[in-house]
């Protein structure tokens, strides 16, 4: 008989005698094999001695992901709460046997109230037809004699005393494993034990510390599959580094690995000489690797990942330890689970800490405006644009001078889009140098760089799932260009410091002042990136190309700003509205919001007047930059491309009325960055 790893396969009438000391020395061989027999589905009878409630059973054995309540509903598991005796047990046998038809094994197990003249020699009752019964009889070494406690030894074919496992000679010799009891119970506690651990480390250390007591190797290695990305994240158990190894976490793609094979399986896969099997790769953490083990870590129905073994040696492991392993992974899948669980909770609360702080900053930052005013045909456009692409998941790319309210529009496309529940984080791509820009879009790792005492996440984790929005773009540093390319493409990143791929789902929109493609002529922004981003282009009109907006807009600041210093203005004169008309608004709408801020301020009626808050008549303000022969070009072409609607060529077309052939118009048209808005 072999009392093994595997399944228990006893012939009828064999029974074991333990011979204890201690009450934990009793306990710990019993639980052993009651818990094999319930995870083979024997039936099992459990004599409880008097200081052991049937609760403690069921909590232990739970503690091994047994279900023993679910045992005991079913007669799987019996609990008696009386000792074992010899002369009791022939009519118990015979009163249960109907219970037990069509059992394969029945395992009785508790303490003996024994004397030599209860015991009976050949045992034979426990035989029921053609039942097999193993009986575990346990003996408190306090309470025997030294007779007793001789005959009691020579009744039983194997008994164990000082965890030492001996077969009787009178009985038919039984290959028995001296240490299978004490040793797998031993291992599997201290599995337990290290399981009670939520922090990783100390978790993922003391698993190989653990297994190395019972199973030799030269690298243990952890896989757990990422069902959104199909991808193992491959957990080095042993912290090796340098030559020997890698330090902490990979990840691979689950299709490259053999891994995915077991997974698939459910089953164990032992490698006996991996140079003569073409399996793939298994072990990632270090070569040279000549035999494995790998078994699946499965929790109800499903695969979390899979524990691997390795060694240097061919022929290492033998099926016995993949047994062995196998019950390991029963025991640490679920302290798996809820660690991976723990880390994703720290994740996602350090996440909304983080989306806290910057919303929290954003509601003190006073937004431009809270709808977009205005009827003009140019502002018509852009809306029917911003409608068109919101729905969608394209880059966009804002084109528009200073202060025209490319803001308003990333914030209207990004709440008619699907993502609106998730944040809209926005970065000003010239308000900080190289440096501090990668860290505030990347994030950076504790250490990374002097003043980094702490972990930080980027706008890209934090905008992971919604939308991003990089103002002044043409300003970005080139060797920052390389890696946003790099996120727009690939969608992923790492932080400063760090070597972890992060990946991050985010809708990428643009803004910018610039003639990018000028840029791009002059090396300073990176042709790649330009069309990357520039997927749907949308063209702000400056104020001045919407002067019949102007009264609206008017009207819409004076009634915010007179809410807001509680000042009732109901009325703009028209001179007002004249005077405002004349001017040519470099700054955009910005200027006039801050100029009608100041009227609202020094106003002392219930009408607007005019007064010294009104800029100087004409085309151009004093302080105003003169626009340049290349602007005013632009001006004029778009001019006559509105009047033609939009036709360059034929006899109504902008290069007939320009005096010029089509061809050179539309190279203009390109180099100036004229293009027809949707």
């Known amino acids: 008989m072999n009392l093994g790893l595997a399944a228990l396969t006893v012939s009828a009438g064999q029974h074991i005698g333990h011979f204890y ?37 069921f909590a232990t054995l739970y503690s091994f992901q047994i279900d023993a309540g679910k045992a005991f509903e079913s007669g799987q598991l019996i609990l008696k709460q009386n000792n074992l005796d010899p002369e009791e047990l022939q009519q118990e046998v015979v009163d249960l046997s109907h219970h037990f038809e069509g059992s394969r094994i029945l395992r009785w197990v508790g303490d003996v109230t024994y004397s030599s003249s209860k015991a009976d020699s050949d045992m034979s009752f426990l035989k029921i037809e053609n039942l097999p019964v193993v009986c575990l009889c346990q003996y408190d070494l306090t309470k025997l004699s030294g007779s007793l406690l001789m005959d009691a030894q020579e009744r039983h074919p194997v008994w164990i005393i000082n965890d030492v496992v001996h077969s009787n000679p009178l009985y038919q010799q039984m290959d028995v494993n001296p240490g299978w009891f004490d040793e797998r119970y031993r291992i599997l506690v201290e599995i ?6 939520l922090n990783r480390d100390t978790f993922f250390s003391g698993i190989a510390d653990v297994i190395g007591k019972a ?7 952890l896989a757990l599959f990422d069902v959104n990305k199909n991808t193992l994240r491959i ?29 698939l399986t459910k089953e164990p896969l032992l490698c006996e000489n991996l140079h003569e099997v073409a399996t793939g790769e298994i072990i990632h953490s270090t070569a040279h690797t000549r035999s494995a083990i790998v078994v699946p870590l499965r929790r109800n129905g499903s695969v979390l990942g899979t524990l691997t073994l390795g060694s240097k040696e061919p022929y290492q492991y033998s099926a016995k330890d993949a047994e062995l392993l196998m019950e390991v992974a029963r025991q640490i899948v679920l302290p798996v689970e809820n660690i991976l669980a723990h880390e994703e909770i720290a994740r996602l609360r350090a996440r909304l800490d983080y989306e806290y702080l910057y919303l929290k900053e954003e509601i003190h930052v006073q937004r431009q405006f809270k709808n977009i005013v205005g009827q003009s045909l140019g502002i018509r456009r852009v809306l029917k644009a911003v409608e068109t692409v919101a729905p969608t998941d394209a880059g966009v790319l804002l084109y528009g001078e200073t202060g025209t309210g490319k803001e308003l529009v990333v914030h209207s496309i990004h709440e008619l889009s699907s993502r609106k529940e998730k944040p809209l984080v926005k970065i000003n791509c010239a308000a900080l140098p190289a ?5 505030e879009l990347f994030g950076h790792e504790k250490g990374s760089f002097t003043g980094a005492f702490s972990k930080k996440l980027g706008r890209f984790e934090i905008a992971d799932g919604g939308t991003i929005f990089l103002d002044e773009i043409g300003d970005l540093q080139l060797d920052l260009q390389a890696k946003l390319l790099r996120v727009l493409q690939e969608g992923e990143f790492e932080r400063v410091g760090g070597n972890q791929t992060i990946h991050a789902d985010v809708r990428v929109i643009a803004a910018t002042n610039r003639d990018l493609e000028k840029s791009i002529h002059e090396g300073k922004f990176r042709a790649d990136l330009y069309y990357r981003l520039n997927v749907f282009p949308i063209r702000i009109p400056p104020l001045r190309e919407r002067k019949e907006d102007i009264p ?19 009325r703009i004169p028209q001179a007002t509205i004249d005077a405002l008309l004349a001017y040519f608004w470099p700054g955009n709408i910005r200027e006039l919001e801050n100029l009608i801020e100041r009227a609202v301020i020094m106003c002392q009626s219930t009408q607007l007047e005019p007064g010294r808050w009104l800029p100087p008549p004409g085309g151009t303000p004093v302080e105003s930059r003169i626009p340049t022969l290349e602007e005013l070009e632009r001006e004029h072409i778009l001019e006559v491309l509105q009047m033609t609607s939009w036709r360059v060529s034929g006899e109504r077309g902008a290069a007939k009325l320009l005096g010029m052939k089509p061809t050179t118009l539309e190279a203009r048209m390109k180099k100036l960055g004229i293009f027809r808005q949707l």
């Open 215 to 221: 199973i030799s190797f030269d690298c243990a290695e």
């Open 235 to 263: 957990v080095n158990l042993m912290e090796t580094s340098g030559s020997h190894g890698i330090a902490g976490e990979i990840e691979v793609t689950a299709a490259d690995s053999i891994l995915l094979h077991v997974m």
């Open 435 to 439: 440096g501090l820009m990668e860290s």
């Open 552 to 570: 609206l807009i008017v009207k819409y600041f004076v009634m915010k700003y007179g809410a807001k210093f509680r000042k009732n203005i109901e």
């Open 21 to 57: 000391r201690s009450r934990e020395e009793a306990r710990r061989l019993w639980l052993s094999f009651l818990r094999e027999g319930l995870r083979n589905e024997d039936k099992c009878i459990c004599h409880l001695p008097e200081d052991l409630s049937a609760e403690e059973v």
């Open 192 to 197: 337990n034990e290290v399981a009670s651990s």
